[in-house]
């Protein structure tokens, strides 16, 4: 009887530990997935940032090279040029970093896919035109809505072995490239524009001497 006893309250404190290691752990799980959510807020957040400063430094350039600082006096433009270039110091001052993590194939993936921009940035200066095209296609490619133009295929099998935080940054750097290729073209046909219409008044004002 005495044994039973004994035998009864070693067993009960058994379930008691039991029960209470399940609960603890059961805590600490809770815990970790909160911290899990956290965390990748805080990588959001980051890549937030990293994206706010490429913008930034995109706009900044983009007024240095526009078309109205082309017409403005040579004391202005020195003046905001000091202007944009503090900015863009000043902007160049945030550090931020998110580490994206890759399996071998995926790093190899990556490293393709930017050597095959790289090639075709490398052409801008040979033939802006067919460079232009080519990144349309690249872009296309990075792209879940329906094409408008040609889609290069090998590109698309190459960016989807990435990662998907690389896909993304993929695509962003093509729209800043095609972008940046849309305001060199605005800004030469202004040029062109303001070279034929400044020939035209010579022509005309020769032609008013004459009659």
């Known amino acids: 009887m005495a044994q039973a006893k004994i035998n009864a309250k070693a067993n009960e404190g058994r379930f008691c530990r039991s029960s209470s290691m399940a609960d603890r752990s059961s805590r600490l799980l809770e815990s970790l997935d909160q911290l899990e959510l956290r965390v990748e807020a805080l990588r959001e957040a980051a890549t937030a940032v990293e994206q706010e400063k490429e913008i930034l430094l995109e706009m900044i350039h983009s007024i240095q090279n526009s078309q109205d600082m082309r017409q403005i006096s040579d004391g202005e433009r020195e003046e905001l040029n000091l202007t944009a270039n503090r900015l863009m110091g000043r902007t160049l001052t945030v550090e931020v970093s998110v580490e994206t993590i890759r399996n071998p194939q995926q790093q190899e993936s990556l490293k393709h896919a930017t050597r095959i ?13 067919n460079a ?15 094409p408008h133009g040609p889609v290069d295929q090998k590109f698309q099998s190459i960016v989807i072995g990435c990662a998907l935080e690389d896909q993304k940054k993929i695509k962003r750097r093509l729209e800043t490239l095609l972008r940046n290729i849309e305001n060199s073209d605005k800004a030469i046909k202004l040029l062109e524009h303001s070279k034929g219409a400044g020939s035209k008044t010579l022509q005309q004002n020769a032609e008013s001497r004459f009659n």
């Open 132 to 146: 232009k095209s080519h990144l349309m296609s690249l872009y296309s490619a990075c792209s879940s809505e329906v």
């Open 117 to 129: 921009i790289d090639e075709v940035v490398s052409k801008f200066l040979d033939d802006l035109g």
